[in-house]
């Protein structure tokens, strides 16, 4: 008997433009000035899949990545070591160790504790300020150079909390951000995430840390006509029937009909990322033509009115209308959501 398996092709995928990838990082590397723009990568790259992004990025000349924790760090470390820094954001925990001690990533300090626990190790690290947004970082009335004695600082960073907004807690954050840099002697300097880059070159410092706008997401409006949609849904009918007026569809008869029409049954649900959010307010396309999602989104099926293409039958393919702003306006969900949230059902096809 033969150990190779069938090949089952999806009945949903992703489609994943390379080039917008790519080019939507140079805008932001352009757009950061003197400063070179690095990548958040953390998240699986935001859902796309890590390893695909790093490898485009790294060859497009990206040098800096940032992830979350050090599995993440593990996961890339063939590809970046001796090639390209890797930060990572959550510092370094007593459990983290063993691991990180050997890995050519460096921790982001976020406390004096973690500063306690990394100094010993004799390796380079980042150290990330609490300018304002009090999630992690040490804060400025706690700096003292002392601290640092004898330790490799690469990068000191801190973190917008609303830079997508024009508030006066950009420019606080900014100020407290100086006021840490007196304190702190490291080698580069960081601050502005996708957004940041849009607010102006004080932002910009040495390096730049996009996310979200790499992967398609537009916070600002000077970002608009910079970045491209990366990712492009797709899913295939697998059954069209028709509902006569009256008739209810799906969960909780979210949707009646006013007439008689096709619907299409599409193999794809909130298992895979497209949210119930999307419950009678979604779109999918075939062609140019809107097809409305009909009804509630469930796991793993998903209505759509065939009324203006009733030919459509089983076996055809829809996209799906993912441009992030449109579909955040439809679903009620954040861009940060709905590209990370892309499940792993969904077959991710690099173009």
Known sequence: MSDVKPNIPPTATVKLDSDALVA??????????????GAAVKANAYGLGVRDVVHRLMAAGCTDFFVANWREAQEIEDLTAGRAGVSVLNGVRAADMPFARQSPAKPVLNSLQQLQRWKSSGKSCDIMINSGMNRLGIDVDDLDAALFDGMTIDMVMSHLASADEDVPQNAEQLQQFKAGLET?????????????IALGSEYHFDVTRPGLSLYGGIQRPALEDVIRQ???????????RSLRAGEKLGYNAQYIADDSHKVAILAMGYADGYLRGFSNSGMFMHEGIVLPVLGRVSMDLIAIDLSDEPNLKEGDWVDCEYDLGIASGQSGMSQYELITGLGNRLAREWT
């Open 24 to 37: 939507n990082w140079r805008a932001l590397d352009r757009l950061s000035g003197k400063a070179s723009a």
């Open 184 to 196: 702190v002697p490291a080698k580069r300097r960081s601050l502005a995430n996708s957004a940041g």
């Open 230 to 240: 990366v990712a492009f849904p797709q899913a295939e009918i697998i059954q069209v």
